[in-house]
């Protein structure tokens, strides 16, 4: 096994022994009055991260366990034949912390053409997309059209969102150890994939409008650079602006504005610290801001050892929703509080919301409601589960 491969699985029995059966951490930010019903609607998942919507009542969810299911009208089936995927967790325990199946998305023109896209850790240790259309209950016409350079076993979280009927923004992690120190440079390299935003073409091909780096004779597939572990995009279609939330280090998570070309910066400047207390900055704010693109806004929850992260895992912002507080409002989830947050972007106010538990991904039904996906709080048990939210 290799020694980062190793590193990642000591880091996942240190949290399975420390965190199992922990309650709830009461919010960093208060909680806000929004009022509104929450209705189960599909429950027995392990970590069920993402969701692509057909319709009102009709979606196909990711487990990330490997795991594929179509649900409509209250039924849910399994769909075989999902390619095998690389997971790091206990044997036996359902606890997966890198890795595995993560985000599903169909294409936009899905009623015509019944494409739907996956990305995962494939068994070989390269993150991939591949698009797969459904028959019987089974995947057909399976296909990688993206691979990694490179093995990335260091990629945690991998979305997928368009820009547009032929384009797709791909985020790909890099959550390294990285300290002053001794930094780990994988995010700032751009003949390695981790730690960037890609944008492709529906085939996975790479766009002629993509940029063209510095010694690079023709674009690549890399739209942005310099992140560390991006686990929430999010395409608003009325402005042309691609949002992301990061993964800091301890503390440091950040909401970035991601524009063609720029540099954010990991692992040389970051607002958080390493785990164990150590400087993870290599060069000061000053020098940062000469060639990097800054958060809009960054979160460090006080504490009195440094601080502490929120871990966000999705971002949606909200349009159209019958519970009226939602609406203009970024929503995500808090893995390390385990809730749902509510980010105001004009006040930079942030509120945590009654909806408990590791939420993975948030979308917006065409009715306004919105559907989230919730990890198990207790991680020795496959409690996952999919609910609504509405007034």
């Not at 960037?196 to 063209?212: A, F, Q, T």
């Not at 991904?361 to 996906?373: C, R, Y």
């Amino acid at each position: 096994m290799k020694l980062i491969e190793t590193l990642f699985v000591m880091l996942s029995l240190s949290c399975l022994i420390s965190c199992n059966n922990i309650s709830v951490p009461n919010s960093p930010y208060p909680i806000s009055n929004d009022s509104f019903s929450v209705d189960t609607i599909a429950e027995g998942f392990t970590i069920p991260y993402g969701i692509a919507i057909v319709e009102e009542n009709e979606y196909f969810i990711t487990d990330r366990v490997g795991k594929m299911f179509h649900f409509k009208d209250g039924k849910q089936t399994e769909i075989a034949g999902m390619p095998e995927v690389v997971t790091f967790g206990t044997p036996g325990v359902p606890a997966i912390m890198h890795g595995g199946l993560m985000d599903i998305s169909i294409h936009p023109n899905y009623s015509a053409n019944d494409w739907i896209y996956i990305s995962y850790l494939d068994s070989d240790g390269f993150a991939k997309v591949s698009r797969l259309k459904i028959k019987e209950n089974a995947a057909t016409q399976l296909a990688t059209i993206f691979t990694t350079r490179k093995q990335n076993y260091t990629g945690n979280g991998m979305r997928i969102v368009w820009e547009d009927d032929s384009h797709f923004f791909l985020n790909i992690g890099n959550s390294n150890f990285s300290t002053s120190t001794n930094p780990v440079l994988n995010a700032q390299d751009l003949n390695d994939d981790a730690g960037k935003i890609h944008r492709l073409m529906e085939d996975g091909s790479i766009p002629s409008d993509n940029p063209v780096f510095e010694n690079f004779a023709s674009p690549t597939s890399i739209w942005s650079y310099g992140h560390r572990d991006v686990q929430g995009l999010y395409f608003e279609k009325s402005t042309n602006t691609l949002f992301g939330v990061e993964h800091g280090p301890k503390g440091g998570d950040e909401l970035n504005i991601i524009e063609k070309g720029k540099n954010y910066g990991w692992p040389l400047f970051s607002y958080g610290i390493n785990y164990d207390g150590a400087s993870v900055a290599t060069i000061s704010e000053d020098s940062a801001a000469t060639f990097t693109v800054f958060p809009e806004h960054y979160w460090t929850v006080p504490t009195n050892d440094g601080g502490q992260a929120l871990a966000p895992a999705c971002l949606l912002k909200v349009n159209g929703s019958n519970i009226s507080g939602f609406n203009d409002h970024f929503l995500f989830g808090s893995l390390a509080y385990r809730r749902l947050m509510k980010y105001n972007r004009d006040t930079q106010e942030t509120y945590g919301l009654n909806i408990e538990g590791r939420v993975r991904t948030i979308k917006q039904l065409p009715s306004g409601n919105i559907i989230a996906l919730i990890e198990r709080n207790k991680l020795n048990r496959a409690n996952g589960k999919i609910v609504i939210l509405k007034h």
